[in-house]
């Protein structure tokens, strides 16, 4: 959980949330629903098992190789059966490298993760999280889970230990979540550990997937490309951490050593694993069911192109530019204004991309902001609940 970017450029001086809302609710009801009900199809079972009110942790496997679609549609469809409400939303605890690293946001849109209820995963967030009393989805497997590459699908990586010294100290309930077909969301490519920490140190790129990195050079359409995979969720059991340690601390211990937080860590992971492979078995027959998309996508036949990743670009740009520009003055006009999304699907693309953001002023790109400006619209900094802290749920929500 180490940090990563520059801290925080200032702070409020009352606690808030940087969650939007409307941005939420107008995503869910349009693309985002498009993308989880029409073209990943994606279901979750057994969701009825986790408590309305926190705090707790669903921890789910990770998918190897692939930008994390399977964290958005997760974040989705756990949303919905809480009934959309804003106490019902999750809040998701991501590695920092993903706010920090403009390509890592979803086609570079502003602060995307925080926008959606994410927050940066530092272990004292974690914490304050917990103590607020939040239902939190965290990856145990971490970047690894998503830079294990195709070949060790569904191989659960090593889970480190901090998530169980936070479930001891909150007493809070873990709930593992098999998550089925999404390792074929990019199945194209290896990945080695060593070519992965190279980059992540150097360009901030927390995987790098062999060969299908150098095609994303050329377009950077490809970085963000999502195979059509039948995502599933299986909601598994909870698992008592409390009772795991005091089995594994030695008598007479008052607190578990480091030890003893391994190996609970590692069991946690061998349950997980246990009920991963069988939900493979269950449902990882047809993962990507090109039947089932074809009839699903005729369902939503005028809206096609952008339900798909050909059309994503343009789709989720447009809607997050929108909610801060006067509507287009002609049908033309409205595809000259983003004529530099063209540059996703053009040779060497990433240069026009990066350019644009120099050349253009917001919602397009950045030119007259000063350095802090940017960095506060971009979200590019490392976000601590110390410096910038949530209200307490009492207040947000009527302790819901």
């Known amino acids: 959980m180490s940090p990563v970017g520059p801290v925080a450029p200032g702070h409020p001086a009352t606690a808030a949330d940087p969650i939007d809302w409307d941005f939420c609710y107008t995503l869910e009801k349009g693309l985002l629903g498009d993308m989880i009900d029409r073209y990943f199809r994606a279901t979750i079972i057994g969701a009825e098992k986790l408590p309305e009110k926190g705090p707790l942790i669903v921890a789910p496997n990770h998918s190897g190789n692939a930008f994390p679609h399977d964290a958005v549609v997760l974040d989705g469809l756990l949303w919905r059966h809480s009934g959309g409400t804003k106490a019902g939303k999750f809040r998701s605890v991501y590695t920092p490298q993903l706010a920090a690293v403009w390509w890592m946001r979803f086609y570079g849109i502003d602060n995307w993760w925080r926008r959606g209820g994410g927050v940066d995963m530092t272990f004292g967030n974690y914490d304050k999280l917990l103590e607020r009393g939040d239902r939190i989805i965290y990856y145990p497997e971490g ?8 070949l060790k699908r569904y191989q659960l990586q090593h889970y480190h230990s901090s998530f169980v010294v936070l479930a001891d100290k909150h007493d809070t309930p873990i709930y593992p979540v098999a998550v089925v077909n999404a ?18 140190r150097t360009v901030g790129l927390p995987f790098f997937p062999v060969p299908t990195v150098f095609l994303a050079a050329l377009f950077p359409f490809v970085f963000y490309l999502a195979f059509p ?4 969720f299986v909601v598994g059991d909870a698992v008592d951490v409390r009772a795991l340690l005091r089995e594994e601390m030695e008598p007479g211990e008052e607190t578990p050593s480091r030890e003893a937080l391994v190996r609970v860590a590692e069991r946690v992971r061998q349950v997980s694993q246990a009920n991963l492979n069988a939900a493979v078995a269950a449902h990882g027959r047809k993962p990507w069911d090109l039947v089932g998309l074809a009839k699903s996508l005729w369902k939503v036949r005028g809206r096609i192109f952008r339900s798909t990743p050909l059309g994503w670009p343009y789709a989720f740009l447009q809607f997050a530019r929108d909610r801060e520009r006067p509507p287009a003055r002609s049908f033309v006009h409205r595809w000259l204004r983003d004529l530099d999304i063209m540059f996703y699907y053009l040779p060497l693309g990433w240069i026009g991309l990066a350019l644009m953001r120099v050349l253009r002023k917001p919602p397009y790109g950045y030119r007259g902001l000063t350095e802090e400006e940017r960095i506060e619209r971009e979200g590019a900094f490392r976000w601590t609940l110390d410096t910038r802290p949530l209200p307490d749920r009492e207040s947000s929500f009527g302790g819901g």
């Open 143 to 150: 970047v690894p889970g998503i830079g294990k590459g195709f």
């Open 183 to 200: 390792e074929w969301v990019n199945p194209t490519s290896v990945t080695f550990p060593w070519l992965n920490d190279f980059f992540r």
């Open 229 to 232: 995979c039948r995502m599933v």
